[in-house]
């Protein structure tokens, strides 16, 4: 492929010869290739990670070019001043990941003003959105509200999200921020945003130190107290004489906060206006009437995974998606799959579909799995239809108690029960395959539908092949619970069929 590179002087099959590496991968390789295929319009943002790149675009016109806006993930609201000297936008392209108590809102008002604030950063992406995923996986209730019960409907509209509509709900893509904002006498701080079309809308909040703590990075201890702020409009906004006014106020005394409710509207008398503002408080003043509360049905009530599960996999020809319910791939992909050598009882399965290692964002196991149920599942017996299709060295796995997944998955314990191609099985203790419970014969290879059943009672399992007994009373001594899951032995072809729990 031929670079189309446009701020370097050479032509290269691969670079322009002035680049250096890194710029050479993200402006020829990125930037020059969106350009030649018509992608002008599509920006890139770099480098999502800490704020070096922009010392790296400073002295390379290439990269500079190349990069739209400087992206960085948890910045603790703070930039450096090589970013500020690119002119380029500043973005928090990953932040908040904290739990979405009354404290993680806390901590969300607090960065949504004081990345401008402190770090001139206009745009902060919240990761992540709605915390939709077992509640025992890392970063569990990680989102501005949680919706993690697919099986019962439940959801919770967290805090966060009155926190959120403080802004969203009276700006829009396109307004910007008005260089007049900073920090309060007493703790806190406010920002100011405008349409440029007579729109104002002002965000002010005195979130204290204890009450607004992100995952990361700490806070430096500060101090907020109960003060009086005066506001002084001029220009364009000195003519304005009232003011919407929004309210939250998270209570951690009383534990009854108010959340996101209008108020009466601010006089404003030659421009200027006060405030009596307490601590742990959000407060919206703009112009901007449009904003409501909104409202939503009772959510259908909270109830466990059920304790006995089963699904087939048969969807159809042409299923709307592509993912299993409550399965949740931990590594590798599973797929609804279409079996076109076998139109009886396998000719709907769930496929593990990656048949190579990716690049990995964290040191992911080796094995690919996925994980269903209770994490709370104790005893219970898990059966499934395996299809090994790698010769001599495929494997596939079912599993039960397994305590660990996400970025820990590699450290995964639980009980594995595995069937190789080369006539084989094992029983282990973790997922890598290390600590050894059982193994033996199996007389199993690829191209053939095998039922396996694991049983796991107390300190004691017992696995069967095609319902007759393999091996029996392995011991277990921990861990004492876990979510069921299948898998493979490496990234490979496999595939799933007929899968059954049942827990007491």
């Known amino acids: 492929m031929t670079s189309c590179c446009g701020c370097c002087s050479v032509r290269t099959k691969y670079a322009c010869s002035k680049c250096s590496v890194t710029a050479a991968l993200i402006q020829t390789v990125l930037r020059d290739v969106l350009d030649c295929v018509g992608y002008t319009n599509v920006s890139i943002i770099a480098a999502d990670g800490d704020w070096s790149i922009a010392a790296a675009m400073l002295e390379n016109p290439c990269l500079n070019d190349a990069v739209e806006v400087i992206g960085v993930h948890y910045p603790g609201t703070q930039t450096v001043k090589e970013a500020l000297l690119t002119e380029k936008k500043l973005w928090s392209s990953e932040d908040y990941s904290t739990f979405n108590d009354d404290i993680g809102a806390g901590c969300w ?15 902060t992406i919240s990761w992540n959105l709605i915390a939709s995923y077992y509640d025992n996986l890392p970063f569990g209730r990680d989102g501005l509200m949680t919706a993690e019960e697919p099986w019962s409907g439940h959801y919770v509209v967290e805090s966060p999200i009155w926190m959120t509509a403080h802004t969203t709900q009276f700006t829009q893509p396109g307004w910007f921020y008005l260089q007049t904002v900073g920090n309060l006498t007493h703790g806190g701080s406010y920002v100011a945003l405008t349409d440029s079309k007579g729109n104002l809308t002002i965000i002010i909040e005195t979130m204290t130190h204890n009450h607004s703590q992100c995952i990361r990075p700490p806070l430096p201890h500060f101090d907020v107290s109960p003060q009086n702020a005066t506001f002084q409009l001029i220009g364009y906004f000195a003519h304005l004489t ?12 009383t534990k009854k906060d108010t959340l996101f409710q209008r108020s009466s509207p601010v006089n404003v008398y030659n421009g ?18 449009t904003g409501q509360r909104g409202s ?11 304790k006995n599960y089963s699904d087939d996999f048969t969807v159809g020809n042409n299923p709307p998606f592509s993912e299993a319910p409550y399965f949740a791939d931990q590594t590798g992909v599973f797929e609804y799959f279409r079996n076109s050598t076998d139109n009886g009882p396998h000719a709907f399965t769930l496929r593990q579909v990656v048949p190579e290692r990716p690049v990995t964002w964290v040191r992911d196991a080796d094995q690919t799995i996925s994980i269903i149920g209770d994490y709370s599942w104790a005893d219970l017996n898990v059966s499934c239809d395996v299809l090994i299709e790698t010769p001599i060295t495929g494997g596939v796995f079912v599993a039960a108690r397994v305590d660990q997944g996400g970025g820990s998955v590699r450290e995964a314990k639980g009980v594995f029960y595995w069937i190789y191609a080369n006539g084989t099985y094992k029983v282990t203790n973790d997922i890598g395959g290390q600590r050894v ?42 861990p004492k619970n876990g979510w069921a899951a299948l898998g493979t032995l490496s990234f490979e072809y496999a595939q799933f069929d007929h899968f059954e729990v049942n827990a007491e």
């Open 242 to 253: 009232d003011l919407q006014v929004w309210y939250s106020k998270l209570d951690f005394e």
């Open 109 to 123: 008002a607090c960065i949504l003003n004081q990345n401008y604030v402190n770090g001139r950063m206009t745009s």
């Open 272 to 289: 200027s206006f006060t405030l009596k503002l307490d601590v742990d408080e959000v407060y919206t003043i703009t112009t901007v009437k």
């Open 437 to 478: 419970l059982a193994e033996g014969l199996s007389g199993t290879r690829e191209g053939v539908w095998y039922t396996l059943t694991l049983s796991v009672k107390g300190y004691l399992a017992t696995g069967m092949l095609n319902g007759y007994p393999l091996w029996k009373n392995a011991v277990v001594l921990e």
């Open 296 to 306: 939503y049905p009772e959510p259908p009530k909270s109830r466990r995974f059920p």
